[in-house]
C-alpha cells in the first residue's frame, strides 16, 4: 500500500520504479566469518569487537599493529581491551616493538611513528586523548587530558620520549581517582586526576598506534608491578566489556542516501546516541580523513588552504579495505556516505551479504531547504567542494535500492515514500539535462590512454578499439557510451568500456584500476591487490559509481 503523506518515518515495501536494480550484481557468495582470536574465558586481550576494523591483532590477542598498504600508515589504529575495571587498584603494561617502515609516507611534517596508551570509557572516542572520555601518554612526552595535550610531562630523569623495548605501565588508583604512568619502572611524571567523566563506571585500557606495534601486558608474571596494585588479569575487579553478536545474523547494516549537507550526519549522530546499545561502527571516508586530522591540516597548510581530492581518493581506497573486513564480522555499521548512485548502492551493499539484515535511510529535501543547511555548516567541518558536473551527475542517477532485494527495509527520515520519489524524479531530469548540455563529446581519446582500454582507439564512448558503439546515447553517463562488442574479436579484452575522459578505472587489459594500474587520480592506486574488482578512485569519472 502507498504510504499516507503524513506520516513522518515510513518503511517501503514496494519496488519504487525510479530504480536501475540490476540483480546480477548481488551474487557473489558471502565472505566466511571472521571471529577473531579464539581465546579463553576470562582471557584479558585486546578487543576484536570494540577496536577498529583495521587494527591487527595477533593470534593469542596481544600484541596489536597498524596495517601499512595503501595509506593505512597515516592513519590512527586504535583499539581496546575486553576487559576493564571500576574499583581497586589496577595496572596493566605495554611493550613496544620494532618501528615499521613506511614507504612513500606522505606526511607533510606530520611524524610517521606515534604512539598513545591511557584509559577510557566504554563507548567513548576511541582514539586516546581525543576526546574528554579518556586520559593518556604519547611516545613523545605528552599527556592528554580533556582531549587537551601537554608536552613535557614525562620527567627528563626517565627521557622524553618512549621508543621500541621501552616498557609501559598504566596504573588506575580507583580510590583516589588517579592515574599514574610508569616507563621502565620509572614514573614519568606526577599522577593526574580523573576528569568528571572517568570518575564513574568501567575504564578500559586503550591504545593508538601509527607504524608502532605494541604487545599487552595483562599478568604481573615477572613484570614491574607498582607497590599496591594488581595486574588486570589477576584483579578480581576486571569486568568483561560489551559482547560481540553471536553471528552477522544479529547484525545491521544501514545505509545513508543524501547529497552533501542533506543532514546524513546528523541523523547518524542522533540514531547512534539514541542505540547506545547497538555500538555501530561508522564507516565513511569523513571517518577516516578524522583519523588522520593532523596530516589533513598540514596538507592544507601546505597546499593553500586546500586539502584536494587527492586526500579524499586515498581515503576512498583504503574505505574499500575497510568495506571487506568489515563485513567479515559480526558488528553494526552505518556507511555515512552519499551513496546515490545505483552502482555505488549495489557495489557497497554487496560487502555484506552474509546475513547482515540491510536497509536504507533517505535523507531527500528540496533544493530550497538543501542549500540552507549547506549554508549552515560550520566552515570547518564542510567538505571539499564537488565539481559541478558531479553534483549534477548525483541528481542524474540520484535513486534508492529495491525492497527486498538490495535492502529489507527503506527508511525515510523526514519526507514520506511518494514525495521522496517525486523529488528524485525532479533531481534526475534536472541533472541529466544539464549533464547533455554542458559535457562536451571526446575526440580520438587515443589508443594508449591510461584508462586502458576503456574509452579505446578513435572511440568516444564505452566501446574498444573498433567500431559498432551501441546506445549512444548514453555517452553522458558517468559510465561512458554504450557497450561495444566486436564480432571478430572474442577476447575479453575486446569488451572494455569507456568512461568520462577514460578515467574509469581502466587498466592494463580492462582489469579495473587494481593493483599498480593507473586508473585513477593522478596515477595512485586503483584498489587493494584486486585485480578485477577494484574500479579506480574519486576522480575517475567515477570509480564504478563512488556515490
Keep these: 500500500a502507498e504510504p499516507k503523506a503524513d506520516e513522518g518515518k515510513t518503511s517501503q515495501t514496494t519496488t519504487p520504479t525510479y530504480n536501475r536494480y540490476t540483480p546480477r550484481r548481488d551474487t557473489k557468495p558471502p565472505p566466511p566469518e571472521d571471529k577473531g582470536p579464539q581465546l579463553d574465558e576470562g582471557t584479558v586481550a585486546l578487543d576484536f569487537f570494540n577496536s577498529d576494523v583495521f587494527l591487527k591483532i595477533s593470534d593469542d590477542g596481544l600484541s596489536g599493529s597498524n596495517r601499512v598498504e ?3 600508515n597515516q592513519l590512527w589504529t586504535c583499539g581496546r581491551t575486553t576487559h576493564g575495571a571500576a574499583s581497586g587498584k589496577v595496572c596493566f603494561g605495554v611493550l ?13 611534517g606530520v611524524e610517521k611513528h606515534q604512539f598513545r596508551v591511557g584509559i577510557s570509557t566504554e563507548d567513548g572516542e576511541i582514539v586516546p586523548g581525543q576526546e574528554d572520555t579518556s586520559i593518556a601518554i ?9 582531549g587537551v595535550a601537554e608536552a613535557d610531562y614525562f620527567s627528563e630523569e626517565v627521557g622524553r620520549t618512549l621508543d621500541a623495548n621501552d616498557k609501559i605501565v598504566v596504573a588506575i588508583n580507583f580510590d583516589d581517582k588517579e592515574v599514574s604512568f610508569y616507563k621502565n619502572e620509572k614514573l614519568v611524571g606526577d599522577a593526574i586526576a580523573l576528569t568528571d567523566s572517568l570518575k564513574e563506571g568501567t575504564l578500559y585500557p586503550v591504545f593508538g598506534t601509527r607504524n608502532m606495534p605494541f ?14 596494585y594488581t595486574y588486570i588479569q589477576d584483579s578480581e575487579a576486571k569486568l568483561r566489556g560489551p559482547a560481540p553478536p553471536s553471528s552477522r545474523d544479529d547484525c545491521e547494516v544501514i545505509m545513508m542516501i543524501g547529497f552533501p549537507g542533506a543532514g546524513k550526519s546528523t541523523w547518524v549522530k542522533k540514531h547512534v546516541e539514541e542505540n547506545r546499545d547497538m555500538k555501530y561502527n561508522i564507516l565513511g571516508t569523513a571517518y577516516i580523513l578524522k583519523r588522520m586530522k593532523d596530516a589533513v591540516e598540514a596538507r592544507k597548510k601546505a597546499k593553500g588552504g586546500r586539502m584536494g581530492f587527492g586526500m579524499v581518493n586515498h581515503a576512498e581506497n583504503m574505505l574499500r579495505i575497510i568495506f571487506d573486513l568489515a563485513g567479515r564480522r559480526a558488528r553494526n555499521y552505518i556507511i555515512d ?26 535523507v531527500i529535501t528540496t533544493e530550497e531547504e538543501l542549500k540552507k543547511r549547506q549554508e549552515g555548516i560550520p566552515e570547518e ?21 529495491v525492497t527486498p532485494d538490495q535492502v529489507v527495509e527503506v527508511i525515510y ?7 521522496v520519489a517525486n523529488l528524485i524524479k525532479t533531481y534526475n531530469a534536472e541533472g541529466q539535462d544539464w549533464l547533455k548540455k554542458n559535457r562536451k563529446r571526446r575526440s580520438n581519446p587515443g589508443f594508449n590512454n591510461r584508462g586502458g582500454f576503456r574509452g579505446g582507439f578513435n572511440n568516444n564512448f564505452r566501446g574498444g578499439p573498433m567500431k559498432n558503439n551501441y546506445n549512444r546515447d548514453n555517452r553522458f553517463s558517468p559510465y561512458g557510451g554504450g557497450y561495444h562488442h566486436n564480432p571478430h574479436h572474442h577476447s575479453p579484452h575486446h569488451n572494455n568500456y569507456g568512461g568520462y575522459h577514460n578515467n574509469r578505472g581502466g587498466g592494463y587489459h580492462g582489469h579495473r584500476g587494481g593493483y599498480n594500474n593507473r586508473g585513477n587520480y ?26
Design 413 to 419: 527520515a523526514e519526507e514520506n515514500a511518494e514525495s
Design 70 to 72: 595503501s595509506g593505512f
Design 215 to 228: 604487545t599487552l601486558v595483562t599478568t604481573g608474571d615477572g613484570a614491574f608491578t607498582p607497590e599496591g
Design 381 to 401: 567541518e564542510k567538505p571539499e567542494e564537488l565539481p559541478k558536473d558531479l553534483q549534477n551527475e548525483m541528481k542524474a542517477y540520484l535513486t534508492v535500492p
Design 96 to 108: 613496544l616493538k620494532d618501528k615499521l617502515e613506511c614507504r612513500s609516507y606522505e606526511n607533510f
Design 522 to 547: 593522478g596515477g595512485g592506486y586503483g584498489g587493494y591487490n584486486n585485480y578485477n574488482n577494484n574500479r579506480g578512485g574519486y576522480n575517475n569519472y567515477r570509480g564504478r559509481g563512488r556515490y
Design 138 to 146: 604519547d611516545n613523545f612526552g605528552k599527556k592528554y587530558v580533556n
Design 337 to 362: 556516505q552519499h551513496n546515490c548512485q545505483a552502482a555505488a548502492q549495489r557495489r557497497k551493499l554487496n560487502y555484506f551479504n552474509g546475513g547482515y539484515k540491510r536497509k536504507a535511510v533517505v
